[in-house]
């Protein structure tokens, strides 16, 4: 939670080298954990914002990542 709402901030900010950080950490680990609709919308946002740079479509994605995490929330306390 705490990476998904840093994601939040650096789109606030518009501190897209911390943003693609930190879509590429939630990004593996969703994909280890077998989230891969999370994983995805982290590889969109990465590739969106890798160059410390992004589109105007950046806070929609960081808004999908947002959906996806909240939708895994029942998996992740699963695991718990």
């Known amino acids: 939670a705490q990476s998904i709402d840093g994601l939040e901030r650096g789109c ?43 589109s105007e479509g950046a806070p929609v994605l960081v808004a999908r990542v947002r959906d996806q995490f909240e939708q895994a929330l029942p998996t992740l306390k699963g695991l718990s």
Not at 22 to 31: E, F, I, M, T
Request: proline letters at 0%.
């Open 12 to 54: 606030e900010a518009g501190d897209w080298q911390t943003v693609s950080r930190l879509a590429h950490s939630v990004k593996s680990s969703a994909a280890t954990l077998g989230l891969m609709r999370l994983s995805e919308a982290c590889r969109a946002l990465e590739f969106d914002t890798q160059k410390a740079t992004a």
